[in-house]
Protein backbone atom coordinates (compact mmCIF):
# COMPACT_ATOMS: atom_id res chain seq x y z
CA UNK A 1 0.00 0.00 0.00
CA UNK A 2 3.25 1.98 0.84
CA UNK A 3 4.57 1.21 -2.40
CA UNK A 4 1.83 2.40 -4.52
CA UNK A 5 1.19 5.99 -2.72
CA UNK A 6 4.90 6.44 -3.38
CA UNK A 7 4.38 5.67 -6.70
CA UNK A 8 1.46 7.76 -7.08
CA UNK A 9 2.96 10.62 -5.87
CA UNK A 10 6.54 10.45 -8.16
CA UNK A 11 3.64 10.08 -10.61
CA UNK A 12 1.91 13.60 -9.86
CA UNK A 13 5.19 15.05 -8.98
CA UNK A 14 6.83 14.34 -12.46
CA UNK A 15 2.98 15.38 -14.20
CA UNK A 16 3.55 18.66 -12.14
CA UNK A 17 7.21 19.24 -13.37
CA UNK A 18 6.23 18.91 -17.10
CA UNK A 19 3.47 21.13 -16.65
CA UNK A 20 6.16 23.82 -14.79
CA UNK A 21 8.09 23.30 -18.40
CA UNK A 22 5.38 24.65 -20.31
CA UNK A 23 4.98 21.21 -21.94
CA UNK A 24 8.29 21.21 -23.86
CA UNK A 25 9.91 18.19 -21.43
CA UNK A 26 8.73 15.05 -19.47
CA UNK A 27 10.42 12.42 -17.47
CA UNK A 28 10.88 8.96 -18.02
CA UNK A 29 12.98 9.30 -21.02
CA UNK A 30 10.97 11.63 -22.89
CA UNK A 31 13.61 14.18 -25.10
CA UNK A 32 13.34 17.88 -23.54
CA UNK A 33 12.77 20.46 -26.22
CA UNK A 34 14.16 23.86 -26.03
CA UNK A 35 11.14 26.95 -26.22
CA UNK A 36 13.77 29.02 -27.89
CA UNK A 37 13.13 26.83 -30.87
CA UNK A 38 9.68 26.52 -31.40
CA UNK A 39 8.86 29.64 -33.54
CA UNK A 40 7.53 30.17 -37.20
CA UNK A 41 10.42 29.46 -39.92
CA UNK A 42 8.58 31.68 -42.10
CA UNK A 43 9.57 34.24 -40.50
CA UNK A 44 13.04 34.06 -41.42
CA UNK A 45 11.89 33.52 -44.86
CA UNK A 46 10.14 36.71 -45.36
CA UNK A 47 13.32 38.89 -43.58
CA UNK A 48 15.99 37.37 -45.52
CA UNK A 49 18.39 40.03 -47.05
CA UNK A 50 16.59 42.70 -45.39
CA UNK A 51 18.89 44.60 -42.94
CA UNK A 52 17.66 45.37 -39.49
CA UNK A 53 18.18 48.58 -37.27
CA UNK A 54 17.51 49.42 -34.07
CA UNK A 55 16.09 52.66 -33.45
CA UNK A 56 15.07 54.86 -30.03
CA UNK A 57 11.40 55.56 -29.43
CA UNK A 58 9.83 57.41 -32.45
CA UNK A 59 12.26 56.27 -34.71
CA UNK A 60 10.77 56.43 -38.14
CA UNK A 61 14.16 55.57 -40.49
CA UNK A 62 14.48 52.36 -42.56
CA UNK A 63 18.56 53.10 -42.12
CA UNK A 64 21.10 55.60 -41.19
CA UNK A 65 20.31 59.02 -41.99
CA UNK A 66 23.06 61.49 -42.61
CA UNK A 67 24.26 63.36 -39.83
CA UNK A 68 25.14 59.64 -39.40
CA UNK A 69 26.74 58.78 -42.17
CA UNK A 70 28.61 62.09 -42.40
CA UNK A 71 31.19 60.96 -40.22
CA UNK A 72 32.19 58.02 -42.88
CA UNK A 73 31.92 60.07 -46.02
CA UNK A 74 33.79 62.75 -44.54
CA UNK A 75 36.79 60.42 -43.24
CA UNK A 76 36.33 58.28 -46.57
CA UNK A 77 36.79 61.02 -48.90
CA UNK A 78 40.33 62.89 -46.79
CA UNK A 79 41.35 59.08 -47.13
CA UNK A 80 40.63 58.71 -50.83
CA UNK A 81 42.34 62.26 -51.35
CA UNK A 82 45.04 61.21 -49.79
CA UNK A 83 45.99 58.29 -51.81
CA UNK A 84 45.45 59.74 -55.11
CA UNK A 85 47.65 63.02 -54.18
CA UNK A 86 50.39 60.84 -53.19
CA UNK A 87 49.91 58.53 -55.90
CA UNK A 88 50.30 61.97 -58.47
CA UNK A 89 52.86 63.10 -56.28
CA UNK A 90 54.62 59.73 -56.76
CA UNK A 91 54.73 60.37 -60.09
CA UNK A 92 55.91 63.66 -60.96
CA UNK A 93 58.24 63.27 -57.90
CA UNK A 94 60.03 60.68 -59.96
CA UNK A 95 59.92 62.62 -62.94
CA UNK A 96 62.10 65.10 -61.34
CA UNK A 97 63.70 63.00 -59.17
CA UNK A 98 65.07 61.08 -62.46
CA UNK A 99 66.39 64.33 -63.95
CA UNK A 100 68.90 65.66 -60.70
CA UNK A 101 72.04 64.28 -60.14
CA UNK A 102 72.20 64.72 -56.33
CA UNK A 103 72.76 62.17 -54.13
CA UNK A 104 70.36 59.35 -53.05
CA UNK A 105 69.10 60.67 -49.66
CA UNK A 106 68.65 64.07 -51.54
CA UNK A 107 66.44 62.74 -54.18
CA UNK A 108 64.91 60.37 -51.81
CA UNK A 109 63.56 63.37 -49.86
CA UNK A 110 62.59 65.41 -52.39
CA UNK A 111 60.36 62.35 -53.45
CA UNK A 112 58.90 62.74 -50.37
CA UNK A 113 58.54 66.31 -50.38
CA UNK A 114 56.32 65.77 -53.67
CA UNK A 115 54.06 62.84 -52.05
CA UNK A 116 53.21 64.36 -48.96
CA UNK A 117 52.52 67.98 -50.67
CA UNK A 118 50.15 66.19 -53.50
CA UNK A 119 48.70 63.57 -50.73
CA UNK A 120 47.87 66.57 -47.95
CA UNK A 121 46.39 69.26 -50.98
CA UNK A 122 44.34 66.78 -52.55
CA UNK A 123 43.39 65.27 -49.07
CA UNK A 124 41.87 68.75 -48.14
CA UNK A 125 40.13 68.80 -51.29
CA UNK A 126 38.39 66.14 -50.67
CA UNK A 127 37.79 66.68 -47.55
CA UNK A 128 36.14 70.08 -48.02
CA UNK A 129 33.88 68.81 -50.04
CA UNK A 130 32.41 66.02 -48.48
CA UNK A 131 32.03 68.54 -45.39
CA UNK A 132 30.05 71.06 -47.37
CA UNK A 133 28.12 67.98 -49.18
CA UNK A 134 27.44 66.86 -45.81
CA UNK A 135 26.43 70.09 -44.14
CA UNK A 136 24.10 70.72 -47.02
CA UNK A 137 22.75 67.37 -46.84
CA UNK A 138 22.04 67.48 -43.27
CA UNK A 139 20.45 70.76 -43.39
CA UNK A 140 18.01 69.56 -46.67
CA UNK A 141 16.99 66.28 -44.18
CA UNK A 142 15.55 68.84 -41.52
CA UNK A 143 13.65 70.38 -44.41
CA UNK A 144 12.25 67.74 -45.79
CA UNK A 145 12.26 63.98 -45.29
CA UNK A 146 10.01 62.24 -47.56
CA UNK A 147 12.64 61.61 -50.83
CA UNK A 148 16.24 61.75 -50.09
CA UNK A 149 16.86 61.23 -53.57
CA UNK A 150 15.98 64.88 -54.00
CA UNK A 151 18.20 65.66 -50.76
CA UNK A 152 21.23 64.29 -52.73
CA UNK A 153 20.73 65.99 -56.02
CA UNK A 154 20.21 69.38 -53.94
CA UNK A 155 23.11 68.63 -51.86
CA UNK A 156 25.12 67.42 -54.89
CA UNK A 157 24.70 70.74 -57.04
CA UNK A 158 25.01 72.97 -54.18
CA UNK A 159 28.31 72.09 -53.31
CA UNK A 160 29.27 72.17 -57.11
CA UNK A 161 28.03 75.50 -57.07
CA UNK A 162 29.48 76.52 -53.81
CA UNK A 163 33.05 74.92 -54.01
CA UNK A 164 33.54 76.22 -57.75
CA UNK A 165 32.35 80.06 -57.05
CA UNK A 166 34.00 80.25 -53.45
CA UNK A 167 37.40 78.92 -53.85
CA UNK A 168 40.18 81.33 -55.85
CA UNK A 169 40.54 80.45 -59.59
CA UNK A 170 44.31 79.06 -60.03
CA UNK A 171 46.64 80.79 -61.21
CA UNK A 172 47.36 79.63 -64.73
CA UNK A 173 47.32 81.15 -68.03
CA UNK A 174 43.70 80.84 -68.87
CA UNK A 175 42.76 82.82 -65.90
CA UNK A 176 45.24 85.39 -66.81
CA UNK A 177 43.89 85.34 -70.68
CA UNK A 178 40.37 85.57 -69.14
CA UNK A 179 41.28 88.74 -66.98
CA UNK A 180 43.28 90.30 -70.41
CA UNK A 181 39.61 89.60 -72.27
CA UNK A 182 38.24 92.31 -69.86
CA UNK A 183 36.61 89.17 -67.32
CA UNK A 184 35.48 90.37 -63.85
CA UNK A 185 36.70 88.20 -61.31
CA UNK A 186 33.02 87.73 -60.64
CA UNK A 187 32.33 86.85 -63.86
CA UNK A 188 35.13 83.75 -63.99
CA UNK A 189 33.99 82.56 -60.59
CA UNK A 190 30.29 82.87 -61.50
CA UNK A 191 31.39 80.04 -64.31
CA UNK A 192 33.77 78.24 -62.38
CA UNK A 193 30.42 77.79 -60.29
CA UNK A 194 28.63 76.79 -63.44
CA UNK A 195 30.79 74.04 -64.01
CA UNK A 196 30.76 72.97 -60.29
CA UNK A 197 26.99 72.98 -60.28
CA UNK A 198 26.87 70.57 -63.45
CA UNK A 199 29.73 68.06 -62.12
CA UNK A 200 27.58 67.57 -58.93
CA UNK A 201 24.37 66.85 -60.53
CA UNK A 202 26.46 64.47 -63.07
CA UNK A 203 27.96 62.62 -60.10
CA UNK A 204 24.57 62.90 -57.98
CA UNK A 205 22.84 61.09 -61.38
CA UNK A 206 25.58 58.56 -61.13
CA UNK A 207 25.03 57.57 -58.11
CA UNK A 208 21.57 57.35 -57.96
CA UNK A 209 21.34 55.06 -61.05
CA UNK A 210 24.19 52.93 -59.05
CA UNK A 211 21.94 52.71 -56.24
CA UNK A 212 19.13 51.92 -58.12
CA UNK A 213 20.29 49.28 -60.25
CA UNK A 214 22.48 47.76 -57.46
CA UNK A 215 19.12 47.64 -55.17
Not at 58 to 63: E, L, Q, S, W, Y
Not at 109 to 128: C, D, E, I, R
Not at 175 to 186: D, I, N, V
Request: proline share 2%; net charge positive; with cysteine.
Amino acid sequence: MDRTLSSMDSLSASSGLTSALGGYGALGGAQIQSPYLQFDPLLLEANAGKSEFIFPDGGHRANRGRFELAFSQIGSSVMTGAGIGGTIGVYRGLRVVSELKESVAVRRSQLLNYVTKNGAGMANTFGTIALLYSAIGVGLSFVQDTNDDINTVCAAVSTGALYGGLSSPPTNKRTEKALEMGRKLWQIRLRRSAIGAAIGMSAAVAYLFYVMFEG
